[in-house]
């Protein structure tokens, strides 16, 4: 059958709630998402055996995106698809993947992890999967409380099967963390399996229709075979046949931080069509006393709150895409017994991730800013794009331990160049800035991308003087690493936004040249914008590192409010470009008609409060009081 996706799955009434989700409890919050969670996914399965077929032009990311709009929290299958599946893809073998990859499969999966006692230091990870030769299974065990499963999407009543990540013990010998296959539930039943304790964990900000969950295993025995075993393996006698590269098995989180960042640039694009739609219809004080009330759009701080999250939401695009392109050549690399590149991707998608993650949550706590009062109702949904964007700067790597990561490269180029020692070309920068190789200041996209390297330069070697200072102060390198670790980390902020600058004013010069002029125009607007912003952002590291004056300044502050005055006759258009459907928005404020009090209304008369008349609370509990002291 040939299908238009978004008529098909817009038709599907039961995926539709009439009852908005903030009214249900958490059980029934769970149970209606689930119900549609598996319309979507047989949705799913029929594109994916080619019983149905797409006929408009963008369809995964549609089928993706169209699911914001009918969880209007999170699918709780989100991991099962995005994690389950793709680790399988990734970690197993070709006869494994024969097997658990069937469109048909019977398995629910999730991505088992973290413990209570131990998320960001996997090291740590308690939970043993011990050898048995005897019977060529291995044992699952949770040791302790600390190490019970705690978090993970989909675990706490839906997931009949699991990827956990456990300590490899053979013959005595700890080889480390490596993924095994579990089934934990019957697939018939769904009852819990003899050894296995599993349960939901609970209401969270946000994320509460994936039911994470929390699960133990007591010496519950797998096949040697349910070993993840593409990159390594454990053989029938308990031969141990390392990887070839020790952090392979970390390649999921890899893979996932980099798809997080198109995803935020996603949520990011949906918060500024709310709030830019919404301020274009608000109209509130004159700007001239004798005037009528203006669209808040003119007022030139509304400017500089919004267009910064449209073009954020361009740049995490760009970039997203860009990481997702390295990371296919660097997959294709590996594949070729090639590690070379893996950790300047493991260092790209660390910063990258983090600070798109903070950047996202911040401007959409921005854009709900920038709405007043109504930005606060639920019926906005920016409160949700915010609880469901800033669970991205803790899961799949916390903020600060990303950024330390990705740290530990600069630090060792930054010691090369210390020791006058070969650079890669994209730090030749280090050398420059130690040998006072300083370019006069440009009020440029491309001055402004030289003075953010020079920040990196300065940062880097600020930090690395300290860990110096530190270690000749006797501390041992773990110790001096914790005490530097504030600088280290500011060093990988200042790196991840000179990356973003570069490779979004680069993009968009390319870009340029294969669109309209009049187009060209404007994308080359927001790219500066964006630069301009950061640079006034960060005038003071400018000042610090690079050869910038207090009259650039003043200079680049001109530029960037000229930048808002060119870009406000286009605002609605551009977040009209991103093409958000309004079931998708979910949005009273943010429709593509405009009307937001009448939609406020009619959301507000849903309100179960309005069903009666009067509540009964008040014969319970107001009126004794109320009449009382009338007597
Ligand atoms: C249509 C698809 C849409 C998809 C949308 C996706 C949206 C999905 C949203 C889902 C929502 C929620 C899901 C959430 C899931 C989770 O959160 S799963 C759990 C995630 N957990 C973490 O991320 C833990 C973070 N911690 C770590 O990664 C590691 O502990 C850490 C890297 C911090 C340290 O590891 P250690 O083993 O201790 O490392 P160490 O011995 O110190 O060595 C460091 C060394 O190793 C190199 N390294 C580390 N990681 C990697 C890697 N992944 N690849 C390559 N190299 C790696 C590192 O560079 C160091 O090298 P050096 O040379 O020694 O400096
Ligand atoms: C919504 C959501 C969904 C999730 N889904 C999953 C899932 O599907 N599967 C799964 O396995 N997990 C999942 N997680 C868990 C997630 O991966 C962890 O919460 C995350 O890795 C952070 O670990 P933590 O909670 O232990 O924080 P901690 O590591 O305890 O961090 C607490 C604080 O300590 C600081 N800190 C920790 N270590 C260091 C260090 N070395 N240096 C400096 N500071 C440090 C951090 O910066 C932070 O400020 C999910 C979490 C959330 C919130």
Not at 604 to 620: G, I, R, T, Y
């Amino acid at each position: 059958m040939m299908i238009h996706t978004n008529n098909y799955i817009l038709n599907i009434k039961e995926l539709w709630d009439d009852v908005p989700e903030e009214y249900l409890s958490h059980k029934e919050r769970y149970e209606n998402a689930i119900k549609k969670a598996f319309i979507v996914l047989k949705v799913l399965r029929q594109l994916h055996t080619g019983n149905i077929q797409i006929t408009d032009h963008r369809t995964p990311t549609n089928v993706y995106s169209i699911q914001d709009g009918i969880f209007r929290n999170v699918n709780p299958l989100l991991i099962h698809i995005g994690l389950f599946w793709s680790t399988i893809a990734a970690q197993a073998s070709t006869e494994q993947q024969a097997e658990w990859l069937q469109p048909d499969s019977s398995m629910i999966g999730t991505y088992v992890q973290t413990e209570l006692g131990h998320g960001s230091f996997i090291r740590g990870i308690e939970t043993t999967a011990t050898y048995d030769s005897t019977t060529d299974e291995f044992i699952l065990h949770t040791p302790r409380l600390s190490a019970y499963k705690w978090w993970p999407g989909g675990l706490g009543n839906t997931a009949n099967a699991c990827l956990v990540m456990a300590q490899l013990y053979i013959n005595g010998t700890c080889h480390g963390l490596h993924i095994f296959l579990a089934q934990i539930r019957d697939f018939d039943t769904h009852k819990p399996l003899p050894g296995i304790k599993v349960g939901e964990i609970g209401p969270k900000m946000g994320f509460n229709t994936a039911d994470n969950g929390f699960l133990g295993f007591d010496n519950h025995r797998i096949p040697r075979t349910n070993m993840l075993m593409k990159n390594v393996q454990v053989l029938r006698d308990g031969t141990y046949v390392k990887p070839k590269h020790d952090k392979l098995t970390y390649g999921s989180m890899l893979l996932t931080r980099v798809t997080l960042i198109s995803d935020l640039a996603y949520q990011l694009s949906k918060a500024a069509t709310i709030a830019v739609r919404y301020s274009a219809v608000r109209r509130q004080s004159p700007i001239k006393s004798n005037e009528p009330e203006r669209q808040i759009l003119d007022f030139v701080s509304q400017q500089h709150k919004l267009f910064i999250t449209i073009a954020s939401s361009h740049v995490y695009r760009v970039v997203g895409l860009w990481m997702w392109n390295s990371h296919k050549r660097v997959t294709a690399d590996i594949h070729e017994g090639n590690m070379g590149q893996l950790p300047e991707l493991h260092a790209l998608a660390c910063c990258l991730k983090a600070i798109s993650s903070r950047d996202a949550s911040a401007l959409v706590e921005q854009c709900r800013l920038a709405c007043g009062g109504h930005g606060y109702m639920m019926a906005s949904n920016l409160p949700q794009i915010y609880a469901y964007t800033t669970a991205a700067v803790t899961y799949e790597g916390e903020y600060t331990v990303l950024l330390l990561q990705t740290a530990r490269y600069l630090v060792k180029f930054w010691r090369l160049a210390a020791e006058h020692k070969p650079l890669p070309q994209n730090f030749a920068y280090f050398e420059d800035y130690i040998k006072k190789n300083f370019e006069q200041w440009r009020n440029s996209p491309e001055g402004i991308i030289e003075g953010f390297k020079a920040i990196v330069a300065g940062k880097t070697k600020a930090a690395y003087d300290t860990l110096q200072c530190n270690l000749r102060n006797g501390r041992e390198f773990e110790e001096a690493w914790n005490m530097a670790s504030v600088q280290l980390t500011n060093a990988s902020e200042a790196y991840a936004r000179s990356l973003l600058c570069e490779v979004f004013w680069k993009e968009t010069v390319q870009l340029s040249t294969k669109v309209s002029k009049s187009l060209a125009i404007v994308l080359e607007q927001l790219a500066e914008l964006y630069l301009m912003y950061w640079a006034l952002e960060k005038h003071g590291d400018l000042l610090l590192y690079s050869t910038i004056s207090r009259n650039d300044i003043e200079a680049l502050q001109s530029r960037y409010e000229e930048l808002l005055a060119l870009i406000r006759p286009n605002a609605v258009g551009l977040v009209d470009a991103f093409d958000i459907r309004d079931e998708v928005l979910c949005s009273t404020l943010g429709a593509y008609d405009g009307r937001v009090y009448e939609r406020m209304m009619e959301e507000a008369s849903k309100s179960p409060l309005n069903e009666d008349v009067v509540n009964e609370s008040f014969h319970k509990y107001i009126r004794p009081v109320t009449m009382k002291n009338k007597l």
